[in-house]
């Protein structure tokens, strides 16, 4: 069993799996992505791409690509609006203002529906000569031993069945993943008993109707009625498209349910609706009780699902990807660790979970207690008080920033602990995000980075940088190293080392050099 068709199989080339692939390839990693679809599913679902996420599809070289693919203006944005019983009354206010984090991101959001996504990632990869891709097939099983796993692997339309070796196997194979099942790897469940509607129609007329909301592409509607739950428009195209979630009634059809009314109830008006697509969906949140089973690893839906709230779900799972990908890279070219490879559950696990916590299930009962407590019939100014004040908070999208600092390969604080929880800043913070920062050059920080490791030298003291020059050669261990003066705004970094990993998050940061460097690099790849 020691001979090997690839050194990854992706079982799953959505958006996650491709965007995995894409990571591994340009990294000189061969791999091989299963799809079971020849062509994406048009289906407008993972359309809010946030401004970090957009940072990856740089480090991709596929930005431009995708913002060419959009298909709605870029002066909509990625914000939406928050309306009070129907989408067209009288209370409404601006909500998920992304634009208040632009100034710690390199680039700026971008909007556009799935399908179109994972065009522009086939295109890309296509590209990566590393990368294989097998369409019309579906991921059957997995076994694994001690050199490799073996994938077996089943033609979608026909009788055909083939088995895959390689070093590892990524289960991105969506929700229902059968790689996560054949591994072996449980889930946890919060059924929230919702039986939830997703339609996708045409309508002119609702567009005319939204032009009272300029710059916006998606509305929540909240009603007393559905307890905190939404009803959710979005639009797919500018001009007649869009799309719709909404509880219904459990037992509820195609066929026994007038979704035209429903669409108008939601709305607060009538309109003309031609409908294209018609599903249903289990409101629940699920999340695997670990991410990795030995040689087989799991990503993006088959890892973690949750209602489309905030566009949480598609952005979760490329930072998955990110996380996952440099780390397999690393391992597969010597010079990433056992420690590396495990650290890609505990860093990417509980911001999940804390994603949906903190965020998901929070956004449900805090409206729900708001609607419970609030009402303009009874008394107008009391909840005219506190809808300003939902007005005028923008906590969830300053306070969303997830991080590692309870990882075992960085320098986090002292009983820190990985979560979706956190603080924009611009401080270099070991287990944070970096922020974007100009060069004395003119050149922008993020764009001198390497692909390994990245030691930012900031007037330092001397022989620190000759210190990380020689562990790192002594290790195999890739490091760009940027030099620049410490003023000129880079004070704001507060640190003159700073060592960062290749998905930008910072691994280590100091004023003076460490004791040993190489301690420093062995953790941070975990060598130790």
């Known amino acids: 069993m020691s001979k090997f068709d690839t050194d990854v199989v992706i079982v799953g080339g959505g958006p996650v799996g491709m965007g995995l692939a894409i990571e591994l390839g340009q990294r000189g990693v061969p791999v091989t992505v299963v799809e079971r679809y020849e062509k994406p599913q048009p289906i407008p679902k993972g359309q809010n791409l946030n401004q970090r996420t957009m940072e990856h599809f740089h480090f991709w ?28 009354g009288e209370y409404h206010y601006d909500w998920l203002k992304r634009e208040l984090v632009r ?28 990368i294989d891709i097998v369409y019309g097939w579906s991921g059957e099983t ?40 054949a591994a072996g790897i449980s889930q946890t469940r919060r059924d929230h008993d919702k039986l939830m509607v997703l339609l996708v129609f045409r309508s002119e007329k609702l567009h005319d109707y939204l032009k009272r909301y300029p710059g916006k592409s998606f509305y929540n509607v909240l009603h007393p009625e559905l307890k905190g739950y939404w009803l959710f428009f979005g639009r797919v195209d500018l001009g007649s498209t869009f799309f719709f979630h909404a509880p219904v009634p459990l ?31 289990d409101l629940r949140i699920a999340v695997a009780d670990e991410y990795r089973k030995g040689r087989v690893f799991i990503a993006g839906d088959a890892a973690h699902s949750h209602p489309p709230y905030g566009g949480f779900g598609v952005n979760n799972g490329f930072e998955d990807a990110r ?26 696990r509980p911001v999940f979970e804390s994603t949906a ?30 809808w300003k004040k939902r007005e005028l908070g923008a906590a969830e999208v300053q306070s969303y920033e997830p991080n590692y600092e309870g990882s075992p390969v960085v320098y986090g604080p002292t009983g820190g602990v990985s979560g979706a929880v956190g603080k924009h800043e611009f401080t270099a913070r070991p287990g944070h995000h970096l922020a974007p ?35 790192a050669a002594e290790l195999g261990v890739p490091l760009t190293v940027i030099d620049d003066s410490y003023a000129g705004g880079r004070e704001r970094l507060q640190a003159r080392l700073i060592l960062m990993r290749p998905d930008q998050f910072v691994a280590w940061a100091a004023d003076t050099p460490p004791v040993d460097a190489k301690a420093v690099l062995k953790r941070a790849a975990g060598l130790s």
């Open 103 to 130: 100034p710690y991101y390199f680039t700026d959001n971008e909007r556009l529906p799935q399908y179109a996504t994972e065009e522009v990632l086939r295109a890309r990869a296509v590209q990566i000569p590393a």
């Open 251 to 281: 037992g509820t059809t195609k066929d026994n349910f007038d979704f035209t009314a429903y669409l108008h109830r939601a709305a607060g008006a009538e309109f003309p609706v031609e409908f294209e697509h018609i599903g249903f969906w």
């Open 323 to 348: 996380n996952l990908g440099w780390k397999l890279a690393a391992a597969l070219q010597g010079w990433g660790g056992e420690t590396l490879l495990g650290s890609y559950d505990l860093e990417r």
């Open 61 to 88: 070289n596929a930005e431009k690509e995708l913002r060419a693919a959009r298909t709605v203006p870029p002066e909509y944005g990625i914000g939406g609006l928050t309306a009070y019983r129907t989408l067209l």
């Open 142 to 181: 997995v076994q694994q031993d001690s050199d490799g796993v073996t994938v077996t692997i089943v033609e979608r339309n026909g009788p055909a069945r083939r088995s895959l070796r390689a070093k590892y196997a990524v289960g991105c194979d969506g929700s229902h993943s059968a790689i996560r099942e």
């Open 357 to 386: 916590s903190d965020f998901i299930e929070n956004f449900i009962e805090e409206d729900r207690a708001f609607l419970e407590t609030h009402d303009p019939e009874t008394d107008r100014e009391a909840f005219e008080t506190e």
């Open 437 to 471: 920062q100009d060069l004395s050059t003119g050149n922008k920080l993020h764009e001198e980075f390497g692909a390994g490791f990245t030691l930012i030298a900031l007037d330092p003291e001397d022989n620190a940088v000759t210190r990380f020059r020689t562990a």
